[in-house]
């Protein structure tokens, strides 16, 4: 018995091990290209750079406006995650105290809605919204993103919420305490981890969309992902440079999560045990 569980201990750990190579060698690949010229990178793109170079970082800032599409990146990403939180967190805290047939058709047409794949919406989406909204702005997008993704994050408040006891409800009623109170008051500041959870999961998700914001904004509203598009031509591909823009783009977003990482962490783990 001890050395079956050894040799699936074994197992798990070789299938993780290469799953984690697998994930992580693009990565390695992104990086160290991005420090090889062109044709370097034709030659042999696995060997580590000869002679580092930083032409590559200075060439993509230049050509994705780095700057600019930072900017409308951060403004887009930070309203519609925050929007989300409030109006998801609102949204799951009402579902989960009323009881009625109707906060649980609502909930379960939020969790259906979950399995539909945006491209499967993409065409009659654009086509009918064109006609009332002008697409080409970042309060459009922004405006779609809280659509999108309150499904998903009302789904993960529920969860969390549906477990705090309703006595502290009741106990703040008792003391006079409306309910938009006894939320922003008492259950909210308690949903910290899970908020972390929520903020990470859709800024990962809007932060590096490509295709909604493709379909939507402008070059002058453009986000930092579209912007890598550029390096792609339709007779030459400036690899060196792509990959570059590639690390400019993923770099604060990876730096977001670093920091909320422990509070990811205690959210999935406490929303394991609730």
Same mark, same amino acid.
């Given at each position: 018995?001890?050395?079956?569980?050894?040799?699936?201990? *074994?197992?798990?750990?070789?299938?993780?091990?290469?799953?984690?190579?697998?994930?992580?060698?693009?990565?390695?690949?992104?990086?160290?290209?991005?420090?090889?010229?062109?044709?370097?990178?034709?030659?042999?793109?696995?060997?580590?750079?000869?002679?580092?170079?930083?032409?590559?970082?200075?060439?993509?800032?230049?050509?994705?406006?780095?700057?600019?599409?930072?900017?409308?990146?951060?403004?887009?990403?930070?309203?519609?995650?925050?929007?989300?939180?409030?109006?998801?967190?609102?949204?799951?805290?009402?579902?989960?105290?009323?009881?009625?047939?109707?906060?649980?058709?609502?909930?379960?047409?939020?969790?259906?809605?979950?399995?539909?794949?945006?491209?499967?919406?993409?065409?009659?989406?654009?086509?009918?919204?064109?006609?009332?909204?002008?697409?080409?702005?970042?309060?459009?997008?922004?405006?779609?993103?809280?659509?999108?993704?309150?499904?998903?994050?009302?789904?993960?408040?529920?969860?969390?919420?549906?477990?705090?006891?309703?006595?502290?409800?009741?106990?703040?009623a008792v003391d006079g305490a409306t309910d938009f109170v006894i939320f922003w008051r008492i259950i909210f500041p308690m949903l910290r981890p899970i908020?972390?959870?929520?903020?990470?999961?859709?800024?990962?998700?809007?932060?590096?969309?490509?295709?909604?914001?493709?379909?939507?904004?402008?070059?002058?509203?453009?986000?930092?992902?579209?912007?890598?598009?550029?390096?792609?031509?339709?007779?030459?591909?400036?690899?060196? *440079?792509?990959?570059?823009?590639?690390?400019?783009?993923?770099?604060?977003?990876?730096?977001?999560?670093?920091?909320?990482?422990?509070?990811?962490?205690?959210?999935?783990?406490?929303?394991?045990?609730?």
């Amino acid at each position: 018995m001890s050395q079956t569980r050894k040799l699936t201990k *074994q197992i798990i750990f070789t299938v993780g091990l290469i799953l984690s190579v697998s994930y992580f060698l693009p990565f390695v690949l992104v990086f160290i290209n991005a420090f090889k010229g062109k044709y370097e990178i034709l030659a042999d793109p696995l060997s580590w750079p000869k002679v580092a170079t930083w032409d590559n970082f200075q060439q993509a800032m230049e050509k994705m406006n780095f700057f600019r599409s930072l900017t409308n990146s951060i403004i887009i990403t930070v309203i519609s995650v925050s929007i989300l939180i409030v109006f998801s967190s609102m949204l799951a805290y009402y579902l989960a105290r009323t009881k009625t047939k109707l906060s649980k058709f609502i909930f379960l047409v939020l969790v259906a809605s979950m399995i539909v794949p945006f491209q499967a919406l993409m065409i009659p989406f654009m086509s009918i919204f064109a006609q009332f909204v002008s697409l080409n702005n970042r309060a459009a997008l922004i405006f779609f993103y809280l659509g999108f993704g309150v499904a998903l994050s009302t789904f993960l408040y529920h969860g969390f919420i549906s477990k705090i006891p309703t006595e502290l409800d009741e106990a703040a009623a008792v003391d006079g305490a409306t309910d938009f109170v006894i939320f922003w008051r008492i259950i909210f500041p308690m949903l910290r981890p899970i908020t972390a959870t929520v903020a990470i999961v859709n800024s990962l998700w809007i932060w590096n969309d490509f295709l909604l914001p493709r379909l939507v904004l402008t070059q002058e509203t453009q986000t930092l992902p579209l912007s890598t598009y550029l390096f792609y031509g339709q007779y030459s591909t400036e690899y060196g *440079q792509a990959m570059a823009g590639l690390l400019l783009a993923v770099l604060p977003i990876i730096i977001f999560y670093l920091i909320l990482q422990k509070q990811f962490i205690s959210g999935i783990s406490q929303g394991a045990v609730k």
